[in-house]
């Protein structure tokens, strides 16, 4: 398996990793919360530690392991574990690893709820310098004696501003902080994480990798790549096991367990049927995209496009190197003559609606939305204007989105 392709290997991956019973090719939805123990020294193995198995079902179960054994070698990392939704894997993980005293540098672009989670962490005596990590300098400048980590996205929303992915790798892996990736624009059918350093990715599936906006999902998957042993804040009773496990044993107890944000039976079932499709979805919604972008450049009524495969982005060659296509989300500027809320009303087959990574495509109106807590000078300053429009590309028929901005663009001309 290890020389096929993405897609071969992943439609085939539950097969042959989690073997489910009687020749099934899907591991089924085992909704058993407890699990029984014929001979008694067997739960007690398996709670000290000693042998694999299931004790109860917020801790683990068979449909949860066989997510996670996918997830984990669609990354070639050394775990992963599954949550409840990607922000109950962002939280669990940050608040498993990081403690009061600490110093982590945030990416200034961060994800809305990402960012408002930010707060509660300084609430809790976590201390945080956001920086535009466009530019490893500004990274390195916010250094302290006491940082421990880097925390940001790939391809930020909305205005896609693409992280120095590479540089700000190695310079983690020179001063020994553990790198910690938000993926979810840039699932792995389309990045290799580990290519520029990541110690871990944390992503919601519910966006791309489950992709038809039916489940809810969240998932961290340490790449191995990171020497836990040189992390003091991994506590003495998960230093037993091989120290590159340290990591994903304190998230598995101290996140998963502790917190309790588990990700149900059913969820696990349904997005393991659909990240089957992730590069197809993912080929089709990027080339989707940039025809989108490039059309709607050269349109009059457009003042401004944000995306990163345009050749007068920012970080355009950046995003080549890094991606294979350059994502699904764009942004759009409309011209001040034009209100965006009026002008998504004349869509018809683009859905007003606050999700990414579906198969539909969407757009949103951002100042008025997702940007209603900032203060106009916030707004500013993360480059939202008041006339954007920001899209997720869906993987309908090219020609079909045109048409549908066609039409609503001939009701303002
Ligand atoms: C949606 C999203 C999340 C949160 O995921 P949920 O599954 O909605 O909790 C985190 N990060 C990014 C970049 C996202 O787009």
């Not at 070639?76 to 599954?82: L, P």
């Not at 925390?151 to 929303?157: P, S, V, W």
Request: proline share 3%.
């Amino acid at each position: 398996m290890k020389d096929t392709g993405f897609t071969t290997r992943l439609v085939h991956a539950d097969r042959i990793l989690n073997a489910p019973e009687n020749g099934a090719v899907h591991q089924a939805a085992s909704k058993s919360v407890l699990f029984e123990y014929k001979d008694a020294q067997g739960i007690v193995d398996v709670f000290q530690g000693k042998k694999a198995g299931h004790v109860y079902g917020r801790s683990s179960t068979s449909s949860a392991a066989a997510l996670q054994n996918i997830l984990n070698d669609m990354e070639q990392g050394v775990g992963a574990i599954t949550f409840s939704t990607g922000m109950a894997a962002i939280s669990s993980t940050m608040l498993s690893l990081f403690k009061a005293g600490d110093h982590i540098v945030v990416s200034h672009f961060l994800f809305g709820n990402t960012r408002s989670f930010t707060e509660t962490m300084q609430a809790l005596g976590i201390d945080i310098t956001f920086v535009d990590v466009t530019d490893v300098q500004n990274v390195i400048k916010a250094c302290q004696p006491n940082t421990k980590g880097v925390y940001l996205e790939t391809i930020a929303n909305p205005v896609t501003q693409v992280a120095d992915l590479s540089a700000i790798g190695q310079y983690c892996a020179e001063r020994g902080l553990l790198y910690i990736l938000d993926t979810t624009m840039t699932p792995p059918s389309m990045f290799s994480a580990k290519s520029v350093g990541a110690s871990m990715t944390i992503s919601s599936l519910t966006k791309y990798i489950a992709g038809h906006g039916n489940v809810l999902g969240g998932a961290v998957v340490d790449l191995g790549t990171f020497d836990w042993s040189s992390f003091d804040n991994i506590l003495a009773l998960y230093r037993e096991c091989d120290p590159s496990l340290w990591g994903v044993t304190q998230i598995r107890k101290r996140g998963l367990r502790d917190m309790g944000a588990t990700l149900s039976p059913e969820a696990c079932h349904d997005i393991s049927i659909g990240l089957e499709t992730l590069a197809l979805r993912t080929q089709r919604t990027n080339q989707n995209a940039l025809t989108i972008a490039s059309y709607l450049e050269s349109h009059d009524s457009v003042a401004q496009v944000y995306y990163p495969g345009l050749g007068d982005h920012p970080q355009h060659f950046i995003a080549r190197e890094l991606f294979s296509g350059y994502g699904g989300i764009l942004s759009f500027d409309l011209v001040d003559s034009i209100d965006p809320i009026a002008f998504l009303n004349q869509l018809q087959l683009v859905i007003c609606a606050t999700h990414l990574g579906d198969t539909r495509t969407l757009a949103l109106p951002v100042a008025p939305t997702i940007y209603f807590e900032a203060s106009p000078e916030q707004r500013a300053e993360m480059g939202v204007n008041d006339n954007m429009i920001r899209m997720s590309v869906g993987i309908e028929d090219t020609e079909d989105l045109i048409a549908d901005f066609e039409q609503a663009f001939a009701h303002f001309c």
